[in-house]
């Protein structure tokens, strides 16, 4: 993994509740990613950031009335984070997936434009462990 990611950086974002930050960050660096790497979107490092930035954007949807896009991009998450599992890059997929779990069963039976289904929004922290 490229050290650039200074996963510290994303916590703050994560934690503080600003998904659409967080999408940002990671799609800067997912873009930076399949240009300079010969797997492009295959490279394995590239698919995690994209998983991330599903469950980010689906977080963000779910609270902005978007509960269309919200599920669809969990499902998208839910399907590429398992492989990833425990720990990649130092990231514990575990809390995100769980959230992802939570929230993805809430959202098949509103309407898209409903308010969030979990009020106020509970999500689990990104935790990671500090590499040296």
């Known amino acids: 993994m490229n050290p650039a990611f200074a996963w510290d ?7 503080a509740n600003n998904f659409g930050a967080v ?5 800067e ?5 399949i240009q300079t790497r010969s797997k492009g979107q295959e490279d394995p490092d590239a698919q995690f950031l994209q998983g991330l930035a599903f469950a980010a954007l689906s977080f963000h949807f779910t609270q902005n009335h978007n509960q269309d896009g919200a599920a669809l991009l969990a499902e998208d998450a839910l399907a590429m984070l398992p492989r990833f599992l425990p720990v990649y890059c130092g990231l514990e997929i575990a ?3 769980e959230t992802l779990n939570t929230l993805l069963p809430q959202l098949v039976w509103l309407e898209h434009d409903a308010d969030c289904p979990m009020q106020p929004f509970v999500f689990n922290k990104l935790v990671y462990q500090v590499m040296n």
């Open 9 to 15: 950086e994303l916590a703050l974002l994560w934690n």
């Open 23 to 27: 999408h940002d960050w990671l799609g």
């Open 29 to 33: 660096r997912w873009n930076t990613l």
């Open 95 to 97: 809390p995100v997936l």
